[in-house]
């Protein structure tokens, strides 16, 4: 047996941490009640009968735990054999302001080298709630704990490393150290491109390695504090993620508008039309993008207030015992990284948008303007037009109703002096009005277009 074998986590506890918002953005809240009861009734309903002692319907700690509208908290408690391991474990549920809750615990009794914990995980993977995915999901953490019997640092670093892979399936990319109650404290988690950019939800993983069963049972007082420290964690991250997103999605709306910017001056009435509609959608999406990134600056700055204040509880509590050591720089750095980068992009992307908003307002002006512009003059113009026509149509009607005075000295001539012209060729009396009214029609509009369009022009 190798000494990488040697070391034995005793008596380890995997606690899975969960939190979803109950209500904000997007969140319906009754819709989102109903989807976190449904998942609540078959946490339950998935174990193995060896873990619970009685049907779960029967149970009245079951009808509470289920019971999200008349209590705030609730808990199923359950304990058995699987898969040869004693198993002991409880679901906990808690609502948190605009949060809800998960706690799901588990402990195995006795004693596991590496490989043996590995194995042990696996199967208390399968009692963890992994389908806990209501809409909203803020994100989650592992937390791995036991007391070491043996072993020195290089085993703890494999220990660590094989839990971490049977647990989020893949090696960690980062990682922090400190110490509580004696104990090693080891903080991991992936992200991309960089050390607290983009980080992976679903990978982030702290294992305390007591040195002694003494220290291990009196960190059990801590659980209500590091239950809301992970909440405000994985609410900070998740806040700035969604900003970074959503100002990305932004950006791609407002160089969609570009094309409109540089055609607008070519476009017919109807386009313009058509362009301001497009565009008055896009700035209310934009508008909307812009108070969301508010609400996000908003709920990373309140909630980094409440991380800072559980993170000085922990310690002065941790601090009360006697002959411990205790180092909470990795808890601190956290503190550090949301104030240096989190909270300056937040505000910084803010300050950059509200520029763009305002070229989007002044854009929509702009059009609505030239479409306003655009209808007058094609009023104006089909003004003009019946102005024209109806001089014209004037003129006509009073030379065809005076006809009959002029043809009759027309006609008269005519008998005097008889046309040398005959033949079905010529011109009847009722051609002769139509052609007179016609051209007496033609010279009013010209005359009204000459004398009252043309100087208004």
């Not at 806040?239 to 910017?261: H, N, W």
């Not at 300056?344 to 929509?364: G, H, M, S, T």
């Not at 002006?365 to 030239?370: F, K, L, P, W």
């Not at 001539?413 to 007496?440: D, K, M, Y």
Request: negative net charge; glycine residues 6%.
């Amino acid at each position: 047996m190798t000494s990488i074998e040697m070391i034995n986590l005793v008596s380890p506890t995997l606690d899975l941490f969960v939190y979803h918002l109950r209500e904000g953005l997007g969140i319906e809240t009754r819709d989102n009640l109903e989807n976190y009861q449904y998942v609540l009734e078959k946490l339950p309903q998935q174990l193995p009968g060896s873990l619970s002692s009685t049907p779960v319907t029967e149970d009245r700690e079951y009808a509470q735990f289920l019971d999200v509208k008349n209590h705030e908290t609730g808990q199923f408690k359950f304990a058995g054999e699987f898969e040869d391991e004693k198993i002991g474990g409880s679901y906990n549920r808690f609502a948190l302001d605009d949060t809800y809750g998960l706690l799901c615990q588990l402990s195995v009794d006795g004693k596991f080298d590496i490989k043996d914990l590995a194995s042990c995980l696996e199967k208390l993977l399968i009692l963890a709630p992994d389908d806990f995915l209501l809409p909203g999901k803020i994100g989650q953490t592992w937390m791995l704990s036991g007391w070491l019997e043996s072993g020195g640092r290089n085993e703890v670093h494999h220990l660590a490393e094989s839990a971490y892979k049977s647990l989020i399936d893949r090696g960690w990319q980062y990682q922090e150290k400190g110490q509580f109650l004696g104990a090693t404290v080891l903080e991991f988690w992936r992200a991309s491109p960089q050390r607290w950019e983009k980080i992976e939800p679903d990978s982030h993983l702290v294992m305390i390695l007591y040195p002694n069963q003494k220290a291990m049972t009196q960190a059990a007082e801590f659980y209500e504090y590091w239950k809301l420290l992970f909440c405000y964690r994985n609410k900070i991250i998740w806040a700035y993620t969604q900003s970074r997103e959503m100002k990305e999605k932004t950006l791609v709306e407002f160089d969609s508008m570009g094309p409109s910017i540089e055609n607008i001056y070519n476009l017919e009435w109807s386009q313009l039309q058509s362009t301001l509609q497009k565009n008055a959608i896009t700035l209310s999406d934009f508008v909307k993008t812009i108070n969301a990134l508010e609400v996000y600056q908003h709920t990373l700055d309140i909630n980094l207030l409440h991380y800072e204040k559980y993170v000085m509880l922990i310690e002065k509590k941790a601090g009360s015992f006697f002959q411990v050591s205790n180092d909470f720089k990795f808890l601190q750095e956290f503190s550090d990284i949301v104030k240096a980068k989190y909270q300056k992009q937040l505000e910084k992307d803010y300050a950059n948008l509200r520029p763009c908003l305002e070229v989007q307002e002044n854009l929509i002006a702009t059009i609505a303007g030239m479409v306003s512009i655009s209808h007058a003059q094609e009023a104006r113009q089909f003004q003009q037009f019946a102005t024209v026509a109806g001089v014209g149509f004037g003129t006509a009607v009073v030379v065809a109703c005076s006809s009959s005075s002029w043809m009759a000295q027309v006609n008269h001539a005519a008998a005097i002096e008889p046309s040398p012209w005959t033949g079905p060729e010529s011109l009847t009396p009722i051609a002769i009005v139509l052609s007179a009214s016609a051209l007496a029609g033609i010279l009013g509009g010209f005359f009204a277009w000459l004398f009252f369009i043309k100087p208004n022009r």
